[in-house]
């Protein structure tokens, strides 16, 4: 069972199933383009080609969700030509996807700044986001000038315009004021390309995730690597900070 931001309620154990919602740490993109001797921007192109093939296996196995972290806050202090060359891909993927996604009944959301982005590509996101919002598939959720703590911080900044009253202050208040408050907190975090830390994503929302990482590059990362991430998130029990006898317990209960 996932916790949503509308679900605090105690966890009660069920029979595990496939992932609500799956975020994913798109890593190694660059690593894959320097062992085959081509530019990062190369490894940018291979990594953004290959999104679709990934939302086709998880949309397959109905997954409702997917939130893909494709440019960090923490981003901008990589070469000027390297976040040039992303934003030119970022912008020719919209450009050359939307409508393939639109004719899918794909929802396109964004979290996270758009200040920072050209006119050009923040009318691209925006025009995509509005174009999708009436579709009622999967929802993709795309993290671009993403940060968990910019997230957090805004969420602060807005509830001080709201309350002076500490007492007021929950979890649930907090949640609302999130980037996108109405998204079910991810089930599973896959991270490829071998790292073992979130990198300041979804940092809130993910308290209760499950883990998954994987050396596979993201390039490489394909229908069969999303079938090994699903199959071990099968094996987890998922115990929300009670203990397995405590859970067995409850389940011989129901």
Known sequence: MALGPHDTSPFKPQEQKLPNHVAIIMDGNGRWATEKGLPRTAGHQAGTENIARV???????????????????ENWGRPDSEISGLMVILQTAIDAQVKELHKRNVRIRHLGALHRLSPKLRQSITAAVDRTQGNTGLTLCVAFDYGGRAEIVQAVKRIIEQTSD??????????????????PYPDLIIRTAGEQRLSNFLIWQAAYSEYYQTPIFWPEFDEKEVQKALDEYLLRQRKFGATSDALSEDHESI
């Open 166 to 183: 500490p007492g007021e202050i929950t979890e649930e208040l907090i949640q609302s004021n999130l980037y996108l408050p109405d998204v």
């Open 55 to 73: 939302l086709n296996a998880l949309q397959s196995q109905s997954v409702k969700y997917v939130t893909l972290y494709a440019f960090s806050t």
